[in-house]
């Protein structure tokens, strides 16, 4: 049991790249969120999605899409890599009926 | 609107008690969070607490909270060099539609041995 796993835990991009977060989970949760941390801030929510087949925005959705891929797989695609987008990237994943999020363990992305 | 706010920085003894303070403006979330993030990790989650209650103790963690005010709190008793790391309150919502989670911008603890 895994937990909430992501992929790569780093990565550099040029501005003007595109590339895919993944993150998956194997708790059998319905819910799942992408966030972005940037220094001296908290979390702030990118998109969600609240059960297999359905995505929503967040607080910050701009310069990004997701795919809910299946129940286990949520994915982040950045078509067109900004320097704002230099942040560290959590996916977390939560129950129907819980609301309790469990985060996996972030990728660092560095845009030039 | 929603927002959570927190001290940036706290400093205290090995064996001290820690106690990390947090307000939060929306009193219509359900459950309030407290995760805890080592350097370069993620969020762990601590502990959490249902919006009708106003303590909940584990361990060496007690959390209260007192909804007039809209304060939550978090103590840790016999602080360790363990313990020193960002702490995240947060609090979530059910009248929304949406199960996302209102972050404060954290307190960094450190503990000195």
């Known amino acids: 049991n895994a937990g909430v796993t992501q992929t790569p835990k780093f990565q550099v991009l040029k501005t003007g790249q595109s590339m895919t977060l993944q993150c998956a989970q194997d708790?059998?949760?319905?819910?799942m969120y992408w966030y972005r941390q940037d220094p001296g801030m908290g979390l702030r929510l990118i998109y969600y999605?609240?059960?297999?087949?359905?995505?929503d925005k967040g607080e910050v959705p701009n310069g990004y899409n997701v795919s809910r891929l299946n129940k286990r797989e949520f994915s982040l695609r950045l078509e067109s890599a900004a320097p704002s987008q230099t942040s560290v990237y959590f996916c977390?994943?939560?129950?129907?009926?819980?609301?309790?999020?469990?985060f996996g363990p972030g990728t660092r992305l560095l845009v030039l | 609107g929603e927002d959570v706010e927190q001290s940036l920085f706290l400093s205290v003894r090995e064996g001290d008690s820690s106690v990390i303070n947090c307000t939060y403006t929306?009193?219509?979330?359900?459950?309030l969070y407290w995760y805890k993030q080592e350097p370069g990790a993620g969020l762990q989650l601590l502990t959490y607490?249902?919006?009708?209650?106003d303590m909940k103790q584990d361990q060496r963690l007690t959390v209260l909270l007192n909804k007039k005010d809209k304060h939550l709190s978090l103590r840790i008793a016999d602080t360790q060099t363990g313990d020193s790391a960002i702490y995240f309150c947060?609090?979530?919502?059910?009248?929304?539609?949406?199960?996302?989670?209102?972050f404060g911008s954290g307190t960094r603890l450190q503990v000195q041995p």
């Open positions: 977390a994943s939560s129950g129907l009926v819980q609301e309790t999020q469990y």
């Open positions: 708790m059998n949760h319905n819910s």
């Open positions: 999605s609240a059960s297999e087949g359905t995505t």
């Open positions: 929306d009193s219509s979330s359900t459950y």
């Open positions: 607490i249902f919006s009708n209650m």
């Open positions: 947060a609090e979530s919502f059910m009248d929304t539609g949406r199960r996302a989670l209102t």
